[in-house]
């Protein structure tokens, strides 16, 4: 028989226990479907010590990056909330490079990526992480491809996965990896979980929160678009708002906010007609003539660009109430 496949998944301090446990219960149950130990999971600590996770439980890994691990199948390292802000941990940094070249396959679960991109082996690659430090790990790794509304990315060895559920849909298409599609579906209905999951991860993230860029006159205009977003927002009209000659005004807007004046006014109506339809008391073509759509079709199109899915599923996941 042959010896287990280890997955060993490091977790950093305040790691998120979802991205360690998710992925782990994956694998164990992929043992169960099977019926036999295809799979061993190591969790690693960054010391000899119990973990701290963000929750406030703790847990004593197996091993700490004080070891050396000899024979790995694939090395995950978890994400945490900290991270962002963390030290570069150069002892931590080392082990990973050492232990990913023994393994067949490396990567990340959510935040996870901004600590492992650290090490060089994503340079020149596409990955994903945690829709809110996306655009972080992108301005830190210019190299890496991000793919900020993806779940799960595959580019050769490299392996992550996006906001910690996403580690389940990463462990899934895994488990489809090495024992076929069958096994994946039975490990996914018996966790209760998406084989695939649809949509982007986006259609979680809150864009129309954010603070508005640039001089003041474009913020007032950003806070005027979002407080009304059914109103014509023509590059002329904004342009007009803002005091500038339309030309002028789409070159600044496009380089102090970030995007052109179209994408922002598309995000606010998105964001609003998620706000309405979560309610559940509008159906979509209701919130398409609310936002100055000609039809639903153009609300359609826009909810597929943002977040991947249509207005109408969109509403029968999150709506609040029904009519």
């Known amino acids: 028989m042959p010896k287990p496949l280890a997955i060993v998944i490091v977790a950093p301090p305040g790691v998120q226990m979802l991205d360690v446990s998710g992925p782990a219960d994956v694998f164990a149950e992929?043992?169960?479907?099977?019926?036999?130990e295809v799979y061993s999971v190591l969790?690693?600590?960054?010391?000899?010590?119990?973990?701290?996770?963000?929750?406030g439980i703790r847990f004593l890994p197996d091993r700490s990056t004080q070891d050396s691990i000899e024979?790995?199948?694939?090395?995950?390292?978890?994400?945490?909330?900290?991270?962002?802000?963390?030290?570069?941990?150069?002892?931590t940094l080392a082990w990973l490079r050492v232990h990913a070249g023994r393994s067949r396959r490396y990567g990340s679960i959510c935040s996870g990526a901004l600590l492992f991109?650290?090490?060089?082996?994503?340079?020149?690659?596409?990955?994903?992480?945690?829709?809110?430090?996306?655009?972080?790990?992108?301005?830190?790794?210019p190299s890496l491809t991000v793919?900020?509304?993806?779940?799960?990315?595959r580019d050769g060895p490299v392996c992550?996965?996006?906001?910690?559920?996403?580690?389940?849909?990463?462990?899934?298409?895994?488990?489809?990896e090495d024992l076929?599609?069958?096994?994946?579906?039975?490990?996914?209905?018996?966790?209760?979980?998406?084989?695939?999951?649809?949509?982007?991860?986006?259609?979680?993230?809150?864009h129309g929160e954010a603070a508005p860029a640039g001089r003041g006159a474009l913020q007032e205009l950003q806070r005027y678009i979002a407080a009304h977003p059914g109103e014509?927002?023509?590059?002329?009209?904004?342009?007009?708002?803002?005091?500038?000659?339309?030309?002028?005004?789409?070159?600044?807007?496009?380089?102090?906010?970030?995007?052109?004046?179209?994408?922002f006014v598309e995000n606010m109506r998105v964001e609003a007609a998620r706000r309405w339809l979560e309610e559940g008391h509008d159906t979509p073509k209701r919130v398409a003539a609310k936002l100055g759509y000609a039809d639903a079709n153009g609300l359609r199109r826009a909810f597929m660009r943002r977040l991947g899915v249509t207005p109408a599923d969109y509403r029968k996941r999150y709506a609040h109430a029904r009519t």
């Open 30 to 36: 992929a043992n169960r479907q099977t019926g036999r």
């Open 43 to 55: 969790t690693v600590g960054t010391a000899p010590l119990a973990v701290a996770a963000s929750s």
């Open 71 to 91: 024979t790995l199948d694939t090395l995950l390292v978890a994400g945490s909330p900290d991270l962002a802000q963390a030290a570069t941990d150069l002892h």
């Open 117 to 141: 991109a650290q090490t060089g082996l994503l340079d020149g690659r596409r990955a994903t992480t945690h829709w809110k430090v996306a655009e972080l790990l992108g301005s830190r790794h």
């Open 147 to 153: 793919e900020a509304d993806a779940f799960v990315v």
């Open 160 to 176: 992550t996965a996006a906001g910690v559920t996403a580690g389940m849909d990463l462990a899934i298409a895994l488990v489809e």
């Open 180 to 206: 076929g599609r069958d096994v994946a579906m039975a490990v996914a209905a018996e966790l209760v979980v998406f084989y695939r999951r649809p949509g982007g991860q986006m259609q979680f993230s809150r």
């Open 232 to 263: 014509d927002h023509s590059v002329a009209s904004m342009a007009a708002r803002a005091g500038m000659s339309p030309r002028h005004f789409a070159r600044v807007f496009h380089r102090e906010v970030g995007m052109t004046p179209a994408e």
